[in-house]
């Protein structure tokens, strides 16, 4: 199925969608405080990282002590939680969580952030890109998987034939885009729904001007198009569209 092949959906089960570029190397912690929320971002949130190492002693319970602590970046949210932007020392993630605008829309909202990003950065070098794709299509409990999904979970024909959760995840190489995909399906409760989560990503070497970004992205998200159309029958693509 080619891209032009794939059906608009009107009301897809997408519960986020992002695109995530990472840094070969961190910026210093200085930077962060110029950083400024992006329009239509009022909320801001500190992110910090951590190492810990966990100590264990026969005699004692096992106690967590903190190696170090840092400031990592800043979390921009919009009023009605419909997106995020992470701005950190280590790259930019552009999250939609609602009111899904399509590809393109995501994709110049994350454009028009990142020059903002670099404006305040300087010169960066990237090491990879991302995007991700969650959803969650709604399953009636004890129905048949096999009628919503692809490659749904089995059971031998010996056992009861009603499953109340699984995990699944694979890993799949697109050699010819120099990509890794990484597909998660479970089952979440109490409301019944099967949760495909598709994570595309590339290591690359690239200046943080370059339009290969973009190209690059655009290319994960076909991978990502061509997983989420496989995984999920007619009738259910049907009810989306």
Known sequence: MSETEFPKLTRPPLREALVDIRLREELPVSVLSKFHAPKGFPIAKEMRQGQFQLKLDKDKPALAEVLAEGALGWRYETDDGSAVVQLRR????????????????????????????????????????AVRYINAISI???ADYDEYLTTGPRVPKSVPPIVTNFLQRVLVPFEEEAATAIITQTLEMPAPAAV??????????????SADIWSKLERL??????IFFSSLTEKVLESYR
């Open 90 to 129: 280590n790259g930019l993630t552009y999250s939609i969580l609602k009111n899904y605008p399509g590809w393109n829309g995501l994709r110049e909202a994350g454009r028009d952030v990142w020059r903002e990003f670099l404006a305040v950065s300087g010169p960066v070098h990237i090491s990879r890109l």
């Open 140 to 142: 009636p409990l004890g």
């Open 196 to 209: 495909l989560d598709i994570d595309v990503f590339t290591e690359c070497s690239l200046e943080g001007t």
């Open 221 to 226: 998200r076909g991978i990502a198009n061509r």
